[in-house]
């Protein structure tokens, strides 16, 4: 007889998916941002080699694949909309050109899902964005990213944030 095996919660499976897909959006486009690489390219790479494989001894996790597309071609789509916001909410002599690359494209990634993900609760949206920024950088440029994304967030989503 099979084993029956318990399944995984579907809000926490489809919660660490996402999580996953937000890593994976965001270190694509560094690589893109950094290396000038094209979007298909990225696609072809990230969905093939990295997403849900093993790769130098680490595993990365299985992550929702439309959910990754669609952050990473929304920001593409839509980063000359994007870049002015993330420059309104960072501090005066600190323009997004003056950020660090891994730290644009998180916060491009987090401006994006607040403006357009309204199926994600947006201190979510903050709080995954904040901790995929912990990956990279320091506590301080953490709160930068909390910071600016809460303010975004109070922009387009005011009934969840409470405005200003």
């Not at 071609?73 to 002599?93: C, F, M, N, T, Y």
């Not at 660090?100 to 403006?115: K, N, S």
């Not at 199926?119 to 506590?139: C, I, K, M, W």
């Amino acid at each position: 007889m099979a084993e029956i095996r318990k399944p995984a919660a579907p809000a926490e499976k489809k919660a660490n998916r996402r999580g996953a897909a937000r890593l994976a959006a965001v270190q694509a486009l560094y690589q893109m941002d950094i290396a000038g690489a094209g979007i298909n390219d990225i696609f072809a790479e990230f969905e093939s080699h990295w997403l849900g494989n093993e790769v130098e001894g680490d595993t990365y996790l299985p992550a929702e694949a439309a959910f990754f597309r669609d952050v990473v071609s929304g920001v593409v789509r839509d980063q000359k909309k994007l870049d002015p916001l993330i420059d309104e909410a960072l501090s005066k002599g600190w323009p997004l050109k003056r950020i660090e690359a891994i730290l644009r494209a998180v916060l491009r990634a987090g401006a994006y899902e607040l403006q357009h993900r309204k199926d994600v609760p947006g201190r979510v949206v903050v709080s995954e964005y904040v901790d995929v920024a912990n990956a990279f950088v320091d506590r301080e440029e953490t709160g930068m990213v909390n910071a600016v994304l809460d303010q975004i967030g109070r922009q387009f989503r005011g009934d969840e944030f409470g405005r200003v």
